[in-house]
């Protein structure tokens, strides 16, 4: 993967808080830099993605997320996080990311986060029905 592919990147200084015993980024925050930088995506493009589900009742739901460490990311860095719009499905949108370092260029990490599109009111429905279940 190379930076190449991309046209967006969000800006990150990793923070202390982020970082592990072994002074690397903790695993779990991969995926706090993937969210985010899909949120700025969308706000790069105009699309108010909270809105649009409130006024319209459908919303997106992550049902994979995958992320392939490459090289440690230790505190202080600054990396930009590359997100684009890999494959858009019947109800899915598949994203590729990329972790960068910002002054080299290296690469830290990949990933994908897979959302599918779904009706609020159903799912409500369904979750009602399980909790009366138990």
């Known amino acids: 993967m190379s ?5 967006f990147f969000h800006p990150f200084r990793v923070r202390y808080s982020e970082i592990d015993g072994q002074g690397v980024v903790f695993n779990a925050h991969y995926l706090t830099y993937f969210d985010t930088t899909i949120t700025e995506y969308f706000r790069a493009l105009g ?3 909270f809105a649009d589900a409130k006024a319209s009742g459908v919303d997106f739901h ?3 997320s ?7 990311i230790l ?14 499905g019947n109800s ?3 994203f590729e990311l990329g972790i ?3 002054a080299a260029g290296g690469l830290f990490a990949t990933g994908e986060i897979v959302w599918v599109n779904t009706d609020q009111k159903t799912i409500v429905r369904c979750r009602s029905r399980k909790r009366s279940a138990i």
């Open 47 to 49: 699309y108010d993605q």
């Open 62 to 64: 992550v049902v994979k």
């Open 75 to 88: 505190f202080d860095q600054e990396l930009d996080v590359a997100a684009r719009v890999a494959r858009i």
């Open 3 to 7: 930076r190449d592919r991309f046209w």
């Open 66 to 72: 995958v992320i392939e460490y490459k090289a440690p």
């Open 100 to 102: 960068f370092a910002r």
């Open 92 to 94: 899915s949108l598949v």
